[in-house]
């Protein structure tokens, strides 16, 4: 994963996990959990992510994606539909000193987001989502979770 070395790659500090309630403030604030907050000290990076929910990744783990996306031949359509979606929409920011960070208004629209969200541990970034459309996709992949976890190995 990324460029991080092998042996942290298993260790509970190095990945997110969890839900966690939180709100936004008038102006787009949201406060990082506290337990992940170290994890963003040298900044983080909020944009579009899959299902209409937000990602926040740490400045290095965005940087380290963004490398791999480098390597790629800049014709490939999967790597220009990411970059459409994805990268387009990244805002950088920095933790404030009670461990928020601003989440632009084209996020919080394209999020859904207007007071309340969730945020979701997804291993090495963060999801913000909207409390009803978490719920829902709780519920969506309920019915297919045994399937998928039998076809992880797991």
């Not at 102006?27 to 170290?38: D, H, S, T």
């Not at 490939?76 to 009670?98: C, I, L, M, Y």
């Amino acid at each position: 994963m990324g460029n991080r070395p092998p042996e942290t790659e298993g260790s509970l500090e190095h990945f997110f996990a969890g839900e966690f309630a939180h709100s936004l403030d008038e102006k787009g604030r949201l406060a990082i959990p506290a337990k992940f907050r170290p994890r963003f000290k040298e900044g983080a990076v909020v944009t579009r992510w899959l299902g209409e929910c937000l990602a926040i990744f740490p400045a290095g783990e965005w940087e380290a994606m963004q490398a791999e996306i480098r390597k790629r031949p800049r014709t490939d359509r999967t790597v220009n539909d990411f970059v459409h979606f994805v990268v387009s929409g990244a805002h950088e920011t920095e933790p404030d000193a009670q461990g928020r960070i601003v989440v632009p208004s084209h996020l919080r629209a394209f999020a859904g987001l207007s007071g309340e969200a969730q945020v979701i541990g997804a291993t090495r970034w963060l999801e913000v989502w909207e409390p009803a459309r978490w719920r829902a996709r709780l519920a969506e992949v309920e019915g297919s979770i045994g399937e998928s976890i039998a076809n992880l190995g797991i």
